[in-house]
Each structure stands twice: as structure tokens, then as C-alpha cells.
């Protein structure tokens, strides 16, 4: 069966200082991945999306990259963080099109101090 | 940009009520998934509804897809307290096959 690892759970960092999550998924061939950021347990932004290897589409310009180093992995990266960063980043990953289902790891608490 | 809108935004009802929750777009949707995100976790699929008019029920949940597939709703009989949660609709509209749009949210908390 698929399973879909994010870490770390929680993260505390200071403004200006980088950033990097890891999201992979295992049990799957090329899948599509996702990041959103989720502020205050309401609705999903999604942040940055992959079809493929190397290949990345970004939905909202800021101060957050993405990368997709290998097939199931899926690294949100910033150089210097804001405090707007802050919030709930979810993983996901899905197969085909848009109608087939999405399936999110558990996510990251980011906090900005 | 397709916007979803999902009412009510907070729903708090006791143990053993029912309840429905809605989700609305001024555009068609493609097909429409539902979710349901328990706090400190990822959302999870509850169902997805393809053609209006549709109907799925998913044990005490009903799921119901509007015949011009422009809403649907969520119904849920008895509500229990492993029912809170947050409640997502998401399309894919949007002009990509592969990004969903999702609403807001309605948060559901029933108390025992």
C-alpha cells in the first residue's frame, strides 16, 4: 500500500532563517505532489505542484521553493523565513488526473518566532 | 479562478443531531471531492460525486451532487462526536488536470 512521509511534525525557527521540508511517498511510480500551507485549520493554498522529476509549478510567488530531487521526493525550501510563513504545510500526492483522489501526510506545524 | 464556498463556516450541535453542510460554486463543477480533516492531521477523501444529480452514502453521511453540478451537500443523521472535524470540498476546474481547488471549510464540533 502507498504511505506519504512529512517531517518534521513540528518546527519552531527565528525570522531569517532557512527552511526545509521533506515529503516522500512510498509504494507508487510517479506520482503528482503537492504542497499547500493551511493557515488558522481552514482552507488549502496550494503552494507548489510536480507532475514529474525536476519539473515544478508554482501557484502563489513568495519567498518559498520547491524541489523534486528524486520520483517521491518533494522538498519545500526558504532561504529566510517571515513571519507570515508560519502555518500548517501539508504533502500530498496523487495519481493521474484531477479527479482522482488527493492523499495528505500528516504535516508540519511551522512557527515563526 | 473557480472560488468554492462552503456554509456554514462553524457548525456546533450536541450528539444526535443531524446536520447539512453545503458547498457552492457560480461555475460547473468537473466532479467534486469531499474531505474530512480531524485537527493536527491531513484531510482524508471521504467521496467523490461525478454526475448531477448523484447520491452517496457513506454510512451515516449522504452525499448529494445538484443536477446542473453547481453544489452539493452533506448530510449527516445522528452526528457523533468522532464526526468533528473539518469538512473540505475541492474541484478540479480550476484549468489543470492535476490541481484540486478547495473551500474554506466547515467546522463541525459535536459536543457529547
Known amino acids: 500500500s502507498q504511505t506519504i512521509h512529512q517531517w518534521p511534525a513540528t518546527l519552531v525557527q527565528p525570522v531569517g532563517s532557512p527552511l526545509s521540508l521533506e515529503c516522500t511517498v512510498e509504494g507508487t511510480s510517479n506520482p503528482n505532489l503537492y504542497w499547500y500551507r493551511q493557515a488558522a485549520g481552514r482552507g488549502l493554498q496550494l503552494l507548489f505542484y510536480?507532475?514529474?522529476?525536476?519539473?515544478i509549478s508554482s501557484e502563489v510567488p513568495q519567498n518559498l521553493s520547491a524541489s523534486r530531487p528524486q520520483d517521491r521526493q518533494f522538498i519545500l525550501s526558504s532561504k529566510k523565513l517571515l513571519l507570515s510563513d508560519s502555518g500548517f504545510y501539508l504533502c500530498?500526492?496523487?495519481?493521474?488526473?484531477?479527479?482522482?483522489?488527493?492523499?495528505f501526510g500528516d504535516g508540519t506545524r511551522l512557527s515563526i518566532l | 479562478t473557480q472560488l468554492l464556498e462552503q456554509s456554514p463556516q462553524f457548525l456546533s450541535i450536541q450528539e444526535g443531531e443531524n446536520l447539512t453542510v453545503y458547498c457552492n460554486s457560480s461555475s460547473v463543477f468537473s466532479s467534486l471531492q469531499w474531505y474530512r480533516q480531524e485537527p493536527g492531521e491531513g484531510p482524508v477523501l471521504l467521496v467523490t460525486v461525478v454526475t448531477g444529480g448523484e447520491v452517496k452514502k457513506l454510512k451515516r453521511l449522504t452525499f448529494q451532487f445538484g443536477d446542473a453540478r453547481k453544489d452539493s451537500s452533506l448530510h449527516i443523521t445522528a452526528a457523533q462526536p468522532g464526526d468533528t472535524g473539518l469538512y473540505l470540498c475541492a474541484d478540479n476546474s480550476g484549468g489543470s488536470n492535476y490541481k484540486l481547488t478547495f473551500g474554506k471549510g466547515t467546522l463541525l464540533t459535536v459536543n457529547p
Open positions: 500530498a500526492w496523487s495519481l493521474g488526473h484531477g479527479r482522482q483522489p488527493q492523499h
Open positions: 510536480s507532475v514529474g522529476i525536476g519539473q
